[in-house]
């Protein structure tokens, strides 16, 4: 399920709950954004709903699936690498710098 709304934190433009997608509606037709929080479902089903979960608490396994989500969002916007890795150094609460960030996403 897709909603378009304004209910997530601030710092992102779309956010996953469970298998239910929350994209801004500025960003109604940003391809590449639902196919990185689609990939935030699949983690989700493929774990049985747990994974999510415990990437709240395990720092490793949230970067793995960042990197999986933005690799995927990279196929739609593929000169963003750079841009990418710096949300990824500085979003999530990961102790990761840009450049490790970019070798990841590359």
């Not at 709950?17 to 479902?41: T, Y």
């Not at 395990?58 to 196929?75: C, D, F, H, T, W």
Request: glycine share 8%; proline share 6%; net charge positive.
């Amino acid at each position: 399920m897709i909603i378009y709304c304004n209910l997530m934190p601030a710092r992102f433009n779309g956010y996953t709950v469970g298998p239910v997608i929350l994209i801004r509606p500025s960003k109604r037709g940003d391809a590449g954004l639902l196919a990185h929080e689609k990939v935030h479902v699949a983690q989700f089903w493929r774990t049985l709903g747990i994974g999510p979960l415990l990437s709240l608490f395990i720092p490793s396994l949230r970067l793995q699936y960042e990197v999986e989500a933005y690799r995927k969002q990279l196929e739609f916007n593929p000169g963003s690498a750079l841009y990418f890795a710096g949300f990824i150094s500085t979003k999530y609460g990961l102790s990761i710098s840009v450049t490790d960030a970019l070798k990841l996403l590359l």
